[in-house]
Nanobody, 125 residues
Framework: QLQLEESGGGSVQVGGSLTLSCVASGDTSDYRWMAWWRQAPGKEREGVACIRPSDLYMEIADSVKGRFTIAQFKTNHTVLLQMNSLKPEDTATYYC??????????????????WGRGTQVTVSS
């Protein structure tokens, strides 16, 4: 079993920055990919970014490209999401997720078997 715990969410004004952190514990050999997803009220869950720690290959959603960065610290099984130039539309609950094999690609939540409970990000104007 793998446990994921997110932290770092909060309220910020437009243009501000936040860094989210996700720490994996338990059977940390049970993943090869880590990712951040988000879900705004009334909307479908959206894949924001994913990373493969073995070679740092990553994918970033077009909606956040140039503003968000994903980074992974393999030694302590932590993945960060650095969010800059935040907009009101970034308001959502952000989830950390892991996958061993991306059977459906990085943007399909069916690829991910473990999920954290989420951390809320609110961007106000």
């Amino acid at each position: 079993q793998l446990q994921l715990e997110e932290s770092g969410g909060g309220s910020v004004q437009v243009g501000g920055s936040l860094t989210l952190s996700c720490v994996a514990s338990g059977d940390t050999s049970d993943y090869r990919w880590m990712a951040w997803w988000r879900q705004a009220p009334g909307k479908e869950r959206e894949g924001v970014a994913c990373i493969r720690p073995s070679d740092l290959y990553m994918e970033i959603a077009d909606s956040v490209k140039g503003r968000f960065t994903i980074a992974q610290f393999k030694t302590n099984h932590t993945v960060l999401l650095q969010m800059n130039s935040l907009k009101p539309e970034d308001t959502a609950t952000y989830y950390c997720a892991t996958a061993y094999v991306l059977r459906h690609g990085c943007r399909d939540e069916r690829s991910f078997g473990y999920w954290g409970r989420g951390t809320q990000v609110t961007v106000s104007s």
